[in-house]
């Protein structure tokens, strides 16, 4: 079978975990039989990375919704359109009609009316606009990554044939759980610009933070935008920069607390990593951690939660506990296995 990925940017170039994504489902493809190409934005000159093969047009992202005849000339030679949400999304629904192409959807990001917080009140009203237009299409599924954004696409108006929800896997094997201490762990990269800062709610946990100025809070990340809240954050805020590898898995294991209070997440990947490492959560985000979801944009919820389980610190080991448990079960072969049985029946 034939796969035409098409993804406004693929590595080399990242700009969040959406690009490691997509690699991995294209390379997992591959090694299942299947030929795949990826289209996307770039350096037409790079023409693989890692084995995979790419169709990169020199264009900025945010004009893709003008590659129609670029999409149709590549889908021709394709069984089915593995297309994800953003800039690509309509043309590419648009191709598969046209040549009668299945086209499957993944959701890498949904905002719905949380546009507003991230980009503004005019500008974003037109970005949750042309979102609404683009995933209320009749996709042949669409396929999103917690129940969060599952939620946020319902009250879209789905009208794709099938619609599932798939987890993305981990390495579990690469995260451990240590002894924990009364610290309260964020993890995540802030772009250039403040919207990111605001799409991770990272306001309202410095909120949290200045009500409770005897615990400790771990910011991890780089980028200008946590530059920029570092200078309005409360002391017992501590910014740790970019942390990898052994670094980062260290300070995972020693947090009792993991808190992402976003708007929205694609799929949450740090709250996966933070139930591997046997943290309890105080998430906005519903991965299927076995801890209370907390609200959007609520800063004495977020300061409340984190008291109660300092307060309760056997039971935030417990729950820590059962969230590595339940990490074990988020796994790339079942992840394998979903793509590759959904794209042999809907060929």
């Avoid at 969040?16 to 000159?45: C, D, H, Q, R, Y």
């Avoid at 999103?144 to 696409?153: E, R, T, W």
């Avoid at 910011?219 to 002391?235: D, F, N, R």
Wanted: charged share 25%; hydrophobic share 45%; net charge positive.
């Amino acid at each position: 079978m034939k796969v035409l990925i098409t993804h406004e940017i693929f590595p080399p170039e990242f700009k969040g975990g959406g690009e490691f994504l997509m690699l991995k489902i294209a390379k997992l493809l591959v090694k299942n039989g299947f030929s795949v190409k990826v289209l996307t934005s770039g350096n037409p000159k790079i023409k693989f990375y890692e084995g995979i093969e790419t169709i990169r047009i020199p264009i900025n992202r945010y004009a893709m919704n003008l590659t129609l005849p670029i999409i149709l000339k590549h889908t021709s030679w394709a069984d089915l359109i593995l297309t994800t949400s953003g800039n690509f999304c309509f043309p590419s629904w648009v191709a598969g009609k046209i040549l009668k192409k299945p086209v499957v959807c993944y959701v890498n990001h949904i905002l719905g009316p949380y546009w507003k917080d991230v980009r503004g009140p005019i500008l974003g009203r037109i970005f949750e606009f042309f979102e609404k237009i683009f995933l209320s299409r009749d996709f042949d599924a669409i396929i999103f990554q917690n129940n969060s954004a599952l939620a946020l696409g319902k009250r879209i108006g789905l009208k794709a044939k099938k619609i599932f929800l798939v987890h993305p896997g981990i390495d579990f094997k690469k995260f451990k759980t240590g002894k924990k201490e009364n610290v309260v762990l964020f993890v995540g990269s802030v772009s250039m610009d403040d919207s990111l800062v605001r799409l991770k709610g990272l306001k309202y946990l410095v909120d949290a933070a200045r009500m409770l100025p005897n615990i400790k809070f771990i910011i991890v990340g780089g980028g200008l935008g946590l530059e920029k809240l570092k200078k309005i954050s409360p002391k017992n805020v501590i910014f740790k920069g970019v942390l990898k590898g052994k670094a980062l898995t260290e300070v995972y294991s020693k947090s009792l607390i993991f808190c992402l209070p976003s708007l929205s997440e694609g799929f949450g990947l740090s709250i996966l990593e933070a139930m591997a490492s046997g943290c309890a959560i105080v998430s906005s985000i519903d991965i299927g951690q076995a801890d209370k979801i907390i609200e959007r944009k609520n800063s004495e919820e977020i300061a409340e939660r984190i008291v109660y389980l300092l307060d309760n610190k056997k039971f935030a080991i417990q729950i820590g506990r059962k969230n590595r448990n339940l990490a074990k079960g988020y796994n790339w072969k079942r992840f394998e296995k979903f793509f590759v049985n959904l794209f042999k029946s809907i060929s």
